[in-house]
C-alpha cells in the first residue's frame, strides 16, 4: 500500500453507469481512512483515499475524505462507493464516534457528498450490500452522553437498512449478538456474520445469518478453535477481514487480548461452506495481522493493511493475494 495503515474497511469497486447496467471501469481494490502511524499524523487518522488496481499492479489516489476517519466501513452499493460511521481522532479524544454518510461517485471524481446520517453514532460493525438495500448491523455505539474515548461505547445490536433511491434509514431485526470487530459476507440472498468481540466477554466465535426477505436471523455454524497460535488464545477472532470466492468464505487473521498484557495476532484462515455449514483450515497467512481487509477481485483474495502486534501497534502496508 502507498502507506502503513490499519483498522481499514476496503471493498472492490465496480462503478456502474447511471444511465444503464454496464459497469464502468475495473475491479479494484479501495480504501478510506484508517489508523497511520503517529509519525505520521499525531493523531494517528487519515483521510487519504487510495485505489489499487490489480491489472497494473499499482496504487492510485482518490479524493480525499471530508474528514480524517479511522474504522470508516466502505461499501459498493448499487454502483456508488459509501462510507459510513467510524472515529474521528483529535485533540477533543481519539475516538469519537460519527455517523455520517457519505458517497463518491467515482474514484477520479472531485469530493465525497453528504447523505443521510445513521440516526445514532456507529463503528466497528459490519456494512453490506443486500437485496437492493445497504446494511449496518452491529458494531459499537455510545454507552451515554459522553463520546471521545474507547471506554465511552459499548456493544449495539442495532440493524439499519439504507434505502439509497430514498435516502433514508430504516430499522431491521437486530442482530442477536451484539459484538464488534467482525466480518460480513454476502451469499445468495443472506448476510453471514462472523466473529468478532463483546465488550465484557471478548472474543467469540458466533456466526449469525440474517434473510432480508424475512426480517430473521438464525444460528449456523461457529469459528473452529485456533490452530496456529504460538500461545494460548480463545475461540473466536475479532479485528478479522472475510471475502467471498466461489459461494465460499474466507476468513483472514485477527486479534486477541485477554488483559492489558496477554495477546497476540492469529495468522488463521478459514474456509466456510454455507451449503454444508461447515469450516475448514487453509493455508495460513505468511504475514499474521488485524485491522486489515481483504477484497476478493479477478484473480483472487487481496489481503492488505493491518497491524502485527495487538492493539494500535505493529502497522503494516502489506499486500498478499490468497488464491483458491
Given amino acids: 500500500m502507498p502507506f502503513a495503515v490499519q483498522e481499514i474497511y476496503p471493498t472492490s469497486f465496480l462503478r456502474t453507469d447511471p444511465s444503464g447496467m454496464k459497469p464502468r471501469g475495473g475491479g479494484n481494490l479501495v480504501n478510506a481512512g484508517g489508523i497511520v502511524p503517529a509519525d505520521v499524523n499525531v493523531y494517528r487518522a487519515t483521510d487519504r483515499t487510495t485505489f489499487y488496481d490489480p491489472s497494473t499492479d499499482w496504487w492510485g489516489e482518490g479524493p480525499a475524505l471530508p474528514q480524517a476517519r479511522h474504522h470508516l466501513a466502505l461499501c459498493n452499493h448499487n454502483g456508488f462507493l459509501y462510507g459510513l460511521g467510524g472515529f474521528v481522532s483529535d485533540a477533543q479524544g481519539q475516538w469519537q464516534m460519527r455517523s455520517n454518510l457519505w458517497r463518491l461517485d467515482s474514484l477520479d471524481g472531485p469530493l465525497w457528498y453528504g447523505m443521510t446520517s445513521l440516526p445514532l453514532p456507529n463503528a466497528e460493525g459490519v456494512v453490506v450490500s443486500l437485496s437492493g438495500m445497504m446494511h449496518l448491523i452491529g458494531g459499537r455505539a455510545p454507552a451515554g452522553s459522553s463520546n471521545k474515548e474507547w471506554r465511552d461505547h459499548i456493544d449495539t445490536d442495532r440493524h439499519w437498512a439504507y434505502d439509497a433511491i430514498a435516502d433514508r434509514w430504516q430499522p431491521r431485526a437486530p442482530l442477536p449478538t451484539p459484538r464488534n470487530s467482525m466480518a460480513a459476507a454476502v451469499i445468495g440472498d443472506s448476510v453471514y456474520v462472523i466473529g468478532g468481540r463483546t465488550v465484557r466477554g471478548g472474543n467469540t466465535p458466533v456466526n449469525e445469518v440474517y434473510v432480508p426477505w424475512t426480517d430473521r436471523w438464525q444460528r449456523a455454524a461457529p469459528m473452529p478453535k485456533p490452530v496456529r497460535t504460538d500461545k494460548p488464545a480463545p475461540q473466536g ?88
Avoid: C, N
Fill in 237 to 324: 477472532q475479532s479485528g478479522i477481514a472475510a471475502a467471498v470466492w466461489k459461494k465460499k468464505i474466507y476468513v483472514f487473521g485477527g486479534e486477541w487480548q485477554l488483559d492489558e498484557e496477554t495477546g497476540g495476532v492469529y495468522s488463521d484462515v478459514w474456509e466456510y461452506d454455507p451449503r454444508e455449514d461447515k469450516w475448514r483450515a487453509v493455508a495460513a497467512m505468511p504475514r499474521p495481522r488485524h485491522g486489515l481487509g481483504a477484497v476478493a477481485l479477478g484473480d483472487g483474495i487481496y489481503v492488505v493493511g493491518g497491524a502485527s502486534e495487538p492493539s494500535g501497534e505493529g502497522t503494516t502496508a502489506y499486500v498478499d493475494r490468497f488464491a483458491i
